[in-house]
């Protein structure tokens, strides 16, 4: 259903009580913003990336940034 579907008139309006007390949500900043980027990678080298990201418990963009991160400094 689209949004211009739905209504949204029974829902209270949010005090500015409430609005002073609310929170961001999400990724919490670390100082060390990372840019998005798009990169093609081969299904296969992705499933494998996946599988040595779980077998480290860490999630699979953390570790392609790792491998990338070491051999960009490795080279330099």
């Not at 029974?10 to 840019?35: C, F, N």
Request: aromatic content about 4%; hydrophobic content about 40%; overall charge positive.
């Amino acid at each position: 259903m689209p949004d211009s579907q739905i209504d949204f008139s029974d829902i209270p309006e949010a005090t500015d009580e409430q609005l002073k007390r609310m929170r961001r949500v999400g990724r919490p900043s670390s100082g060390m913003v990372k840019q998005l980027i798009a990169i093609r990678l081969s299904p296969r080298l992705l499933a494998s990336l996946r599988k040595m990201a779980a077998k480290q418990g860490k999630p699979y963009q953390t570790l392609i940034h790792e491998l990338l991160e070491k051999a960009a400094f490795r080279a330099a």
